[in-house]
């Protein structure tokens, strides 16, 4: 196939030949069969093989947003002369990469890296590259592609810096907890009348003498560090980039939580209520997931996100969602030592939820989180 340097050369050595034979000049003539010859020069040395074989890979097959993925492509020669080079095209996502490498001689292989256009939050297929073999004028080219299948391109979200408070035995992104509240396996929840079966060590003999009945202290465990954080992905609730802010806030939260050894079950919730994804899951799982994840249509009905309904009683929950402007606010948190955390990414007025054991944060991008739950994570103490 002729390159648009060969096209133009065939176009010059006809006119000349044209010209030479109408007006009796034999050097144009000649000059224009020179030029033909140089063609079917190339064209032969073309087609007589490829001048080289390539075979590629991707560095980086999970990144984050805003980032470019790295190619690394090895060449080896297959001619005499190190004279010639390899073109090559790149696609992802519609964004076009040109590049030129040098071929070594026969035998010899050499390593080329670059870079693809930075891609927005997604999953992708990245094909190999298409590669262009020409001759040493660049006359005729050769297309073909490099060796190797296509792979999965993961762009992650970008997250953001939380900082990570100490809790006394432990880290935890949630800072200390209430008074009352300790780091050992159990700690005192309630107070209720004593029944069959109890450990007599669980009767609060001070309480008793009080109230003239049997009194037993009901503990809960707190040694449950699960961070359960829930999307909403009801494209209802959100506008413009907010969708792509939430997913942000969300991974931030992940990755925090995982900086603490912390367990994180990722769940998302829509019209057709909540959906877990397997977990607890790793701080990879989490933003492979996230990478892929897409808005569904309608509003999920929040009010049906009771704490005690599917997320377990001893997790801290964070909901990510868009603007709450109607009835549909979950309610509170049952326990006091977690709380339900609601967090609105908006930049319009909205409906702040404020029942018993709900904290509200609400920001308007996802550069404000971290911020923001700083001063909402010291207010809770």
Request: glycine share 10%; net charge positive.
């Given at each position: 196939m002729?390159?648009?340097?060969?096209?133009?050369?065939?176009?010059?050595?006809?006119?000349?030949?044209?010209?030479?034979?109408?007006?009796?000049?034999?050097?144009?003539?000649?000059?224009?069969?020179?030029?033909?010859?140089a063609v079917l020069t190339g064209a032969l040395a073309v087609l007589g093989g490829p001048t080289c074989t390539s075979r590629w890979r991707l560095v980086t097959p999970r990144i984050r947003e805003g980032r470019s993925p790295r190619v690394a492509l090895t060449v080896t020669g297959r001619r005499r002369s190190a004279t010639s080079r390899l073109h090559l095209t790149h696609t992802l996502n519609g964004a076009i990469v040109h590049h030129t490498v040098a071929v070594p001689r026969r035998g010899a292989d050499a390593e080329f890296g670059y870079d693809l256009p930075a891609a927005q939050r997604g999953v992708y297929?990245?094909?190999?590259?298409?590669?262009?073999?020409?001759?040493?004028?660049?006359?005729?080219?050769?297309?073909?592609?490099?060796?190797?299948?296509?792979?999965?391109?993961?762009?992650?979200?970008?997250?953001?810096?939380?900082?990570?408070?100490?809790?006394?035995?432990?880290?935890?992104?949630?800072?200390?907890?209430?008074?009352?509240?300790?780091?050992?396996?159990?700690?005192?929840?309630?107070?209720?009348?004593?029944?069959?079966?109890?450990?007599?060590?669980?009767?609060?003999?001070?309480?008793?003498?009080?109230?003239?009945?049997?009194?037993?202290?009901?503990?809960m465990e707190t040694t449950d560090q699960t961070l359960t954080v829930v999307l909403d992905t009801s494209a209802g609730r959100y506008a413009g980039e907010a969708f792509e802010d939430a997913v942000r806030i969300t991974a931030t939260l992940c990755e925090a939580a995982a900086r603490t050894r912390d367990a994180v079950r990722l769940c998302t919730v829509d019209t057709q209520g909540a959906r877990e994804r397997q977990g607890p899951?790793?701080?990879?799982?989490?933003?492979?997931?996230?990478?892929?994840?897409?808005?569904?249509?309608?509003?999920?009905?929040?009010?049906?996100?009771?704490?005690?309904?599917?997320?377990?009683?001893?997790?801290?929950?964070?909901?990510?969602?868009?603007?709450?402007?109607?009835?549909?606010?979950?309610?509170?948190?049952?326990?006091?030592?977690?709380?339900?955390?609601?967090?609105?990414?908006?930049?319009?007025?909205?409906?702040?939820?404020?029942?018993?054991?709900?904290?509200?944060?609400?920001?308007a991008d996802s550069e404000q989180f971290p911020a923001a739950w700083q001063m909402a994570t010291r207010r809770w103490r």
């Open positions: 002729l390159t648009r340097d060969g096209t133009a050369v065939i176009g010059v050595a006809t006119a000349s030949v044209l010209l030479g034979a109408g007006l009796g000049y034999p050097e144009l003539v000649v000059a224009g069969l020179a030029l033909a010859v297929h990245v094909e190999p590259p298409v590669t262009f073999d020409t001759d040493v004028l660049g006359l005729v080219r050769r297309t073909g592609r490099s060796s190797g299948t296509w792979q999965m391109l993961y762009v992650h979200p970008a997250t953001h810096w939380l900082p990570v408070r100490s809790t006394g035995r432990s880290r935890s992104i949630f800072g200390p907890r209430p008074a009352g509240v300790t780091d050992s396996g159990e700690d005192f929840y309630n107070l209720r009348r004593y029944m069959a079966g109890d450990d007599w060590r669980a009767i609060h003999w001070r309480t008793t003498a009080r109230v003239g009945v049997l009194m037993s202290r009901q503990n899951l790793s701080s990879a799982a989490v933003l492979d997931f996230l990478a892929k994840v897409t808005t569904t249509a309608g509003r999920a009905d929040l009010a049906a996100m009771g704490y005690h309904r599917g997320f377990g009683a001893t997790a801290d929950v964070v909901l990510v969602t868009g603007r709450i402007d109607d009835d549909s606010s979950p309610p509170g948190s049952a326990s006091r030592r977690h709380r339900f955390w609601v967090v609105q990414v908006t930049d319009q007025p909205c409906r702040v939820p404020r029942p018993r054991g709900v904290v509200s944060i609400v920001v």
